[in-house]
């Protein structure tokens, strides 16, 4: 960590955690103990993102696309998050870290949901790091989602359609409560984004690692802040344009 520049910290970073079926078999285990094994990356990630300063840290834990895998692991997916919820909540609490979720929660099952809303609810007065779980979510469907709030206001003549801009739909997506992510880090050699925040990630910088999930640390993470350091971030600009920029 004494590489990074304190000066130069993403404020939101964003995670695609993939291969923890891959480490299974890699181990000959079953995939379920993949994501077993990725509770200790994320406990990881979480005290990393705290220690550099990073304000919110959004990981992508179950998408849409997910529900089509065996229903065995599906339930014990959930069963795990239910468990992990309970388990880590007093010390989220006791680190002063805020747990949001986004995505469609109401399609999961009543026990995640229950537990899911006591804990936003319990750690929502904390002012560290914002963890946000991406759950039962897909970037597209976010957008839909968004596109018929606005048919329906105009509809309603709440809003008219010259209204409409960029700044509008960024208040209307799950993500309004947090800054667009600077960075996005997938793991597991992957290089896709997998309908991960799409509209999100128009200027996101990418950082692709071979590392599986279960195997990520926060020194991983800290080698994907310093490599998001070193890249020059134009917004559509020249070069020149943003030297001259820094030197006023």
């Known amino acids: 960590m004494h590489r990074l520049d304190r000066n130069k910290i993403p404020k939101h970073v964003a995670v695609i955690m993939d291969g923890n079926g891959r480490w299974a078999k890699q181990h000959g285990l079953k995939r379920i103990f993949g994501h077993r094994n990725a509770l200790t990356s994320v406990r990881s990630a979480v005290e990393g993102a705290s220690e550099t300063g990073i304000k919110f840290l959004t990981l992508f834990t179950f998408s849409t696309e997910n529900w089509n895998r065996p229903k065995d692991e599906i339930e014990d997916l959930m069963n795990m998050l239910v468990s992990t919820i309970e388990k880590e909540l007093p010390e989220l609490n006791k680190n002063c870290v805020r747990l949001k979720t986004i995505g469609n929660i109401a399609k999961m099952n009543d026990k995640v949901q229950e537990k899911l809303k006591k804990a936003t609810i319990f750690t929502a007065e904390n002012t560290g790091l914002t963890l946000t779980l991406a759950l039962n979510y897909g970037s597209r469907e976010e957008i ?46 992957e290089k896709r984004i997998s309908n991960f925040l799409l509209w999100q990630a128009a200027y996101s910088e990418f950082y692709f690692t071979e590392t599986f999930w279960p195997d990520f640390r926060k020194q991983h993470l800290f080698d994907a802040i310093y490599d998001y350091q070193q890249r020059e971030r134009r917004f559509g600009k020249t070069s020149e344009q943003i030297k001259n920029t820094n030197k006023i």
């Open 144 to 189: 839909v989602e968004c596109v018929k709030c606005c048919v329906q206001e105009i509809i309603n003549k709440k809003m008219k359609t010259n209204e409409i801009n960029e700044m509008l739909i960024s208040s209307k997506l799950y993500t309004n409560y947090m800054p667009e992510p600077e960075l996005i880090i997938r793991t597991g050699g």
